[in-house]
């Protein structure tokens, strides 16, 4: 990548209202990156966007090396790392006041966008781009509640539909191993076409009927890495085709 | 009544002219293929693949219709086809497209399950031999497989196939199984995997003079076991689970683009066709009452049938076409 000379970057960006970006584009903190970015930024903003980027990406792999992903110590120092950057208030679960949200937002797609670019040229290179951007996707969505995973299903018209109280009668009684789950009752299953919830299937711990695969909530996750996974996987493919 | 006429290797090359003219059921298998023109060129763009004699293989063959397919397997006349790929192009014309942009796109998912597999856990036959003693290994494998892909993964057309000498083959025609991706299709077969390191131990030894004796022998010590506390847990279960459960090769199932024997070609060791089985009916099935070639050959001459028939001969093991 060529740069121009690093002066205090000047962003189109910022002159943009917040409030528009939030409710249209941005409807939740975490994206799944399906929408690319439309508008022009300095060659400043643009490199300080991929250099922040690729600070946290790198952070998220070095991290995961040395410490089990998911656990609270990883999940300590990637907060810590990620701080660091100054993509930090976009990546990071922050109080934040929601006047800037939308720009926050707005980062975290450009940015990921930018590295798109830069990560499609090789097999190699996409391989590296899709782990770290499928670790960190994890990691943002694992520190959100239940209330908020709701809304990320439904404003990305995922139609993982919670099992109704009958269905849910008959799905229980045939898990064999009540122990898996000390109290069923408090847990929200959902009905999925079992080709997005493939990393569950191939290690059979999930309950299978008739194509669709019952997920519990806390397995929600795995499930919303493989269509992230499918719909990125296939992207850079088309960005690398395109550009080359 | 036996079909096998006592089939002799060395006459294949003359028989299968006769059996790819009036007995190979082009218009089923066209059927299916084609699977009912939509979406389009889905039979032009599928890869076959004919080994011919002196094991000369060719790949990327493709046929614009019904009539094309019948015409050239006449012409050629295949010791073995197989069946790959729809592809984005036509196979046969793949040299003339950019090779980034010719790639396979669909097809069934596959499941091949091999006899030789079984090798450390059946003493009656080894290698490519089978028999009625073993022969219930691959019955289990049916039922299995089959029940898993119905009830689990809402599959509804499956077409099972013995393959002429020691294995049986099932096609998943269902539109999702054919659009699979390689990780759905090994995701499928990993689920279907639950043994995979093949204890051989030797717990038989020289004990009782047959299977059911030695079977009853060991369940006995395992109750006597069981109430000294010597024994815990379900080894029973765990035994019939190690010996019996279905192993499958997962790179066949894996693979988009591989190649797999076709249903209705000739098995060139043992002469015999290569049949649809019902599952529904399994255990009624006998690989030793399945038509060879000479015996098909023999009884069409013996009986003088018309030669219009361009569907051939009903062959045993009611189709599920």
């Given at each position: 990548m060529e740069f121009g000379t690093r002066s205090k970057p000047r962003s189109r960006m910022k002159n943009l209202?917040?409030?528009?970006?939030?409710?249209?584009?941005?409807?939740?903190?975490?994206?799944?990156?399906?929408?690319?970015?439309?508008?022009?930024?300095?060659?400043?903003?643009?490199?300080?966007?991929?250099?922040?980027r690729l600070k946290v990406l790198k952070a998220v792999e070095t991290i995961g090396i040395t410490h089990q992903k998911g656990s609270a110590k990883y999940c300590e120092l990637l907060e810590k790392e990620i701080g660091t950057t100054k993509?930090?208030?976009?990546?990071?679960?922050?109080?934040?006041?929601?006047?800037?949200?939308?720009?926050?937002?707005?980062?975290?797609?450009?940015?990921?966008?930018?590295?798109?670019?830069?990560?499609?040229?090789?097999?190699?290179?996409?391989?590296?781009?899709?782990?770290?951007?499928?670790?960190?996707?994890?990691?943002?969505?694992?520190?959100?509640?239940?209330?908020?995973?709701?809304?990320?299903?439904?404003?990305?018209n995922l139609k993982y539909k919670p099992v109704g109280k009958s269905e849910r009668e008959s799905i229980t009684s045939q898990l064999d191993t009540p122990d898996c789950f000390s109290n069923m009752d408090g847990v929200e299953f959902y009905k999925v076409p079992?080709?997005?919830?493939?990393?569950?299937?191939?290690?059979?711990?999930?309950?299978?009927?008739?194509?669709?695969?019952y997920v519990p909530q806390d397995d929600l996750v795995s499930i919303l890495l493989s269509v992230f996974r499918t719909q990125l996987s296939h992207a850079l493919t088309v960005s690398n085709r395109l550009t080359h | 009544?036996?079909?096998?006429?006592?089939?002799?290797?060395?006459?294949?090359?003359?028989?299968?002219?006769?059996?790819?003219?009036?007995?190979?059921?082009?218009g089923p298998y066209y059927r299916w293929m084609n699977y009912g023109g939509v979406p389009k060129h889905y039979f032009?763009?599928?890869?076959?693949?004919?080994?011919?004699?002196?094991?000369?293989?060719?790949?990327?063959?493709?046929?614009?219709?019904?009539?094309d397919f019948e015409k050239e397997l006449q012409k050629k006349c295949p010791h073995k086809i197989d069946i790959g790929a729809v592809y984005t192009h036509?196979?046969?014309?793949?040299?003339?497209?950019?090779?980034?942009?010719f790639v396979a796109q669909e097809k069934e998912l596959v499941f091949d399950i091999d006899m030789t597999d079984y090798d450390d856990v059946r003493?009656?036959?080894?290698?490519?031999?089978?028999?009625?003693?073993?022969w219930p290994l691959m019955v289990i494998a049916v039922k299995i497989i089959d029940r898993t892909l119905r009830d689990d993964f809402g599959f509804d057309h499956l077409l099972w196939v013995y393959s002429g000498r020691r294995g049986i083959h099932c096609w998943v025609c269902d539109e999702g199984a054919r659009s699979l991706s390689t990780q759905g299709r090994s995701a499928v077969a990993e689920y279907l995997q639950v043994v995979k390191k093949h204890l051989a131990e030797d717990f038989v030894g020289k004990l009782g003079k047959d299977t059911a004796s030695r079977w009853a022998i060991l369940q006995k010590r395992l109750v006597e076991g069981r109430s000294m506390n010597f024994v815990k847990g379900h080894i029973e279960e765990e035994i019939k689970l190690q010996f019996c459960y279905p192993r499958l090769d997962i790179n066949v199932s894996k693979g988009i683009n591989h190649l797999l024997k076709s249903p209705f070609c000739i098995h060139p060791k043992t002469g015999r066709v290569c049949v649809p089985m019902d599952p529904k009916n399994i255990d009624e099935f006998d690989p030793s009452e399945v038509p060879t070639i000479s015996g098909l050959i023999e009884e069409l001459d013996s009986t003088k049938v018309p030669e219009t028939d361009s569907d051939g001969k009903r062959l045993k093991g009611n189709s599920v076409l």
């Open positions: 209202p917040s409030s528009n970006l939030l409710d249209e584009n941005f409807p939740h903190r975490i994206q799944l990156y399906s929408v690319a970015p439309t508008d022009t930024i300095s060659l400043q903003e643009f490199e300080e966007l991929a250099v922040e993509l930090r208030d976009s990546i990071l679960k922050v109080n934040r006041n929601q006047e800037d949200e939308g720009q926050r937002r707005k980062r975290d797609q450009v940015s990921h966008f930018i590295l798109r670019l830069a990560y499609c040229r090789s097999e190699d290179l996409r391989r590296w781009f899709l782990t770290q951007e499928l670790d960190l996707f994890r990691f943002r969505f694992q520190q959100e509640d239940k209330e908020s995973h709701a809304r990320f299903l439904a404003s990305n079992f080709t997005e919830a493939l990393d569950l299937v191939r290690n059979r711990k999930v309950f299978l009927q008739r194509g669709f695969a | 009544m036996s079909t096998d006429g006592n089939y002799d290797p060395n006459t294949l090359p003359d028989l299968l002219p006769l059996y790819y003219k009036r007995l190979f059921p082009y032009t763009n599928r890869e076959f693949s004919f080994t011919l004699k002196d094991d000369v293989y060719i790949r990327y063959q493709s046929f614009s219709d019904q009539q036509r196979p046969k014309d793949h040299k003339t497209v950019k090779s980034s942009a003493f009656c036959c080894s290698g490519a031999d089978i028999c009625a003693k073993c």
